[in-house]
């Protein structure tokens, strides 16, 4: 997904810089990019927040508990936790950066220069 969404971001730049580019085309197809990369992320919110509950719930049942083998699988989760939560980061921003293309798509359709 991640270098998915890197081509597109690259895609968008330079049919931005491109004035032959069919613009009203190009927000259409965005728009519809940024519906599936919000679902996306959506997605991975979910997950991310699953395995923070689960490994959450078993450190606090190593501490009531007192069973010590439960440690294994509370570190394995935090290991998981901690990419999901970095991929979950780079989703985001990069979903918010697609608002801002979908400014200068705006922009460039109405030059109406108050977006930014």
Known sequence: ???YFKRYRAFIAKALEDESTD?????????TKIAFFQHERFIHLIVMCLFAIV??????????TGKLSLIPLAVLLLIL????IKHY???EN???ALYKDYDKIVQKLTSFDEIN
């Open 23 to 31: 613009f009203e085309t190009l927000l259409k197809i965005h728009k």
């Open 94 to 96: 990069q979903t918010q």
């Open 89 to 91: 980061y780079f989703l």
């Open 55 to 64: 490994t959450c719930g078993t450190v606090i049942c190593i501490a009531v």
């Open 1 to 3: 997904m991640t270098e």
């Open 81 to 84: 936790l901690v990419p999901y």
